[in-house]
């Protein structure tokens, strides 16, 4: 059975422009997360979705938004993109809600 | 606010050894305390996850401890072998429908031979 997958694997972007990264749960899950991890940082929550509406989201601009679509995948968007910006961006999904699986990915590199 | 410590600085085990790590957190009444393991750059992994009507779990040679009272979870890895050199966060998450799951920062352990 296929995990969560994620691309780009990595993507380099200018200060400024946006950046779109997508997600594919685990078969049969309904509910993706999207995490942030900033080098040699722990995982900071960024959104949640569930069945295609946004269940809770984290402490972050406006300027990261998403979605979620009827067969369960997941975008996360990033506008005016800031050198700090730059992290793993991690994406999790979940059947119970309560355990969720990691993929491996996505690098975003702002230069 | 809600805050989730784990050990800051990096533990280091002979192998053989078992392996504790800490997680406390403060401002929290967690229903589920879940463990991952995360290699460098890679996604973390789900280890093991624990109720708040729970006290322990086994598997293989891992053991979660969860004490509500003292806002406290001990994870233990027994026998330790340098592939289990990685570094593991904890993960809580309330009761409600509607909580997310947040994580501490993690504790990076090194088993050398």
């Known amino acids: 059975e296929a995990g969560v997958t994620q691309s780009p694997t990595h993507l380099i972007k200018t200060r400024g422009q946006q950046a779109t990264l997508r997600c594919s749960p685990i078969?049969?899950?309904?509910?993706v997360y999207w995490y942030q991890q900033a080098l040699g940082l722990g995982l900071q929550f960024l959104l949640w979705?569930?069945?295609?509406?946004?269940?809770n989201r984290g402490n972050f601009p406006p300027r990261f938004s998403g979605r979620q679509f009827p067969n369960y995948s997941s975008e996360l968007n990033v506008n005016a993109l800031e050198l700090e910006d730059s992290a793993l961006y991690l994406c999790?999904?979940?059947?119970?809600?309560?355990?969720?699986?990691f993929g491996e990915g996505s690098w975003l590199t702002v230069v | 606010s809600q805050k989730i410590e784990q050990n800051s600085e990096a533990l280091n085990i002979q192998e053989g050894k078992t392996a504790t790590l800490t997680c406390n957190y403060t401002?929290?009444?967690?229903?589920?305390l879940q463990w991952y393991r995360q290699d460098p750059g890679r996604g973390p992994v789900f280890l093991l996850l624990?109720?708040?009507?729970?006290k322990e779990k086994r598997k293989e040679r891992l053991k979660v401890t969860f004490d509500t009272t003292l806002k406290q979870s001990l994870f233990h890895i027994t026998a330790s072998q340098p592939a289990d050199s990685a570094t593991y966060l904890c993960?809580?998450?309330?009761?409600?429908?509607?909580?997310?799951?947040?994580f501490g920062s993690g504790t990076r352990l090194s088993i050398r031979p």
């Open positions: 999790a999904s979940s059947f119970s809600g309560n355990t969720i699986y």
């Open positions: 078969s049969g899950h309904t509910s």
């Open positions: 979705y569930d069945e295609g509406e946004e269940r």
């Open positions: 401002n929290y009444s967690p229903a589920y």
């Open positions: 624990i109720r708040e009507n729970e």
């Open positions: 993960a809580l998450k309330g009761g409600s429908s509607a909580s997310k799951i947040i």
